[in-house]
């Protein structure tokens, strides 16, 4: 993952092998609203890439599959 690419969103993630990112400071939904961050973007979190598959509220999204580890205080790097 080249993070000198990738755009970042405010604030801190952490995940938990489901299929959950749960944000704290995040503004997932005005991120949105500003095309940063949609359904069917990549996102990294830990190491991990995933697909955008819904943006539950400014705190929560939901990815394509599960992450296989926990990790918090982490970034949310947007890649695509």
Known sequence: ???????????????????????????????????IINVGSTIAVNGEIRVVNNIISNTNISVSYAFTTNANSQTLLILT
């Open 1 to 35: 993952i080249d993070i000198t690419t990738a755009n970042t969103i405010s604030g801190y993630v952490a995940i938990a092998n489901t299929i959950y990112v749960t944000g704290t400071g995040t503004l997932f939904n005005i991120a949105k609203n500003r095309n």
